[in-house]
Each structure stands twice: as C-alpha cells, then as structure tokens.
C-alpha cells in the first residue's frame, strides 16, 4: 500500500524541520512503515487541498488521509496495531500531556532562542507567509519574540521534570521508546535543524536522551541535513 | 487487616498539608481502602523509626512498612490489584513524568508563594526543624524564597500543559480520576490546606479540575481543615 507525507522543508527540499512532521516520521520507522515524503513549502496550499485544510504533516496512506501528529499517531495505532505508539486508553490518556508540555513548556523557550535562525531557513518565497502568520499568533514581532537569554532560562525551567524522569530511565516510555518520546522530541529537532544554539548542557541527562533519540532508527534524526550543513546558508542570529 | 498512615500536622492535628501525604488518602480513598491515621510531626522521628527513615507518608498494611508516596502507590497496584492508579508497564512509565512534574514544575512556583503560610502552618515545635532544613536545600532564608509576585508567574508558566489538557478532558487520566490526577493534585492540597492565596483564575481550565478533585470520595478534599478555618492562626503572609 503507498503511503505519502508531506513535510515541511525550508530553504533545501532536504532541509527539515517541522516538528509535527519530525513526531510523525519517527512514529512511522518505530513502525516499520515505509513511505514516500513529499517536501512541501508553507505556501503550497493547493498541493493538500485535498486534505481540506493548509497544513502538515499530512499522511495519505492508502485511500485514507490524515492530518495532525497525534491523530497520525492514533491512526497508526489503529491500523499496525504492532508496536503501540501510545498504547491502550490508561496509557494513552497520559501519552495526551506530553503533546502539551512539548508544545507549550517546550517550544515556547525554544522558539525565543531560535525564532531567527528559523527564520532563515525558511524558504524565501514562504517568508512573508511565515512572518505575518506567526507575528499574529505571537502578538509581536519576529525581533520581538527573539531573546535566546529569556527563551534559555525559559527552558530550563520547562526542562525540569523531563530531566527527573531521564535521570531515571533511558526513555520516557521506560527501556525502549515510544510515543511520548517521539512526542517530546519533535521540538528537539525542530531546533537543531535550523540552530547551532547549545539548548542543554551536554552534563544534562536531557542531553544524553537526546542523542539516544538522534541514533534511533538507524539515526533518522542524526543523519538530516541542518542548515549549519548548507554553505553560505547559516547566519547565526547572535552574529 | 490493620491499615496506619503516618501523616504531616501542623498547629492543629488536624491541619493536614504534606503534598505526598494527600496523594497517599486520595490513593486509598479510590481503592476504597479504611485506614487509621496517626497525626505525626516533623520533629517525630522516633515514632516512625521503625521505617528507617524520618519522612511521612508511612503507609503501615498489616505487616508491610511502605515508605514514599509513589512507592504506596506501586504498593496499592500490586497488592489490591482492582481500580488501578499507575496501571500496566506502558501508563506506569508515563504516570511516572506527572510526579516530576508536579514536584519540579509547579512545586517551585506554590512554594515562592505560599512559604510563609507554609511556615505559620507548621506546629511550633517543628518550626527551628523546618526552617533549618528547607534553608539548606534552598540556599536562602525562607524570607528570601517568599516572593508571592514571582513565584504566580512561575506557576503560571507552569500549568500550561495542564491547561491544556484539561481543557479537553475531565481530568489527567481521561473521563475519571486515576494516579496521574492524584500525583499532581497533592501539591494544590498543600497550598490550599495552609494559606488563603488564590493561585489559579476560576476562569482557568485547572480551576474546574480542582474544584472536580475537591470533590471526589466524598468530599476528601474539600472537608479538609484549612489554616484559615483557625481562628487567629491564618496570617497572610501578604497582610
């Protein structure tokens, strides 16, 4: 059966960094689902109008299509009941508070400290699309909304309790990972994709969870390409 | 079979405000499990030294000693194994982040909050005990932590998962209460049990949480003695 997701991609096809899509691609290799991506700009709305709505991720598997990371993940469970990503109703009704405090303790520090270097790596022609869509949501600027002293000790609070749980376990799901990890670390690569900026100290146990996560899957997230890859691409926003 | 819980009092026996003592009844309360309660000091160290240590809870079940809320927890699962509270291997690693949470996410705001009520609330023979050991762990004088202004936005911050998920369900673990509910729900006992600050807007999706908490098992919370029902002994620390 052929399964497509489209995913965000910035100034290279290759160049990703959605965090919504980046649940959604770990979720299908915990699977073993194999795919076909679809890079997609942020302005290329006729391209999923078929999914009656102007966002990604959006998974076509089979006749079935899909949006939003969680309801991709529910999908997946449903239809490869193999290897649960969020696993039976007591499980899954907590799996629920990781998708909030990813992206509401988490992003909101991230986003204070790489919102320029997100900026860059997004693709000339969706700028403007970016700039106003997010200046409304934010209520400011995008110069505004920059101040990675603010946006890191921002997160270091938020980081607190993800830091108790990975002083204790190798995954947030316990000896392997599951769908609360692959929940929580989509904001992770969202950052690292764009941004050289160190959010954690490598002493963190957040850090060494990090680079578990990075080699998951034959180093899914390891081995995408940054914008610090791409040649004359990175301008670090501090510079 | 004889059941004994060691819990926290202060200037009255029973003014009841030790966080983890509260997810300890709220855990009995929804395994329908009687027990006695023994009203315990924190300078009472001989009473409870047949559990090798000087902390409460101290769950007493017929001849088992448990000692640490979410070990009585465990305890409960295993040995009443009917209305879980942490569920199988898959909920239990995620029930396991809400005591983090809870203890270093939304802790820290409640404390900067409430430090001084906290302190007119403790039985004057534990006061010295009280003051020396929190000082050490915080690394400031207890005049220095209360800082009402600073410790709302801490919080404020802080709730923002539980916000959202709460906006969308009656409680943590979904249409009815289970440990996540109680591992969280401990710590806005202890604020409420000792001072008359209102921490969350009753606009705010948490508030309608805690009210819902207040009122399980018969009123478990909500029957509670507060420091402001004792006349002459509630002075806000802001007066």
Redesign the interface.
Known sequence: MARLLYDLCGIDDELRFSPYCWRVKYALAHKGLDYTDKPWHFTDKDAIAFSEQGKVPVLVDGDVTVIDSYEIFRHLDRTYPDK?LL?????E?????????S???LAPGILRTVIMDLFNAVHPKDRDYFRQTREKALGRTLEEVHAPSKGLT?LD??L??????LA??EF???EAP?G?DYLVFGHFMWARNVSSADLISNADPVYAWTERMLDLHEGLGRNALRSVDIQGAYRNAEA
Do not use: C, I, T, V
């Not at 607190?160 to 749980?165: A, F, H």
């Open positions: 649960p696993g039976d109703q007591a499980a009704a907590r799996a629920r508070f990781f998708k909030f405090y992206e509401r303790s921002l609070q938020a607190e309790p993800l830091r108790g749980r204790e376990a947030l799901d316990g599951a609360a």
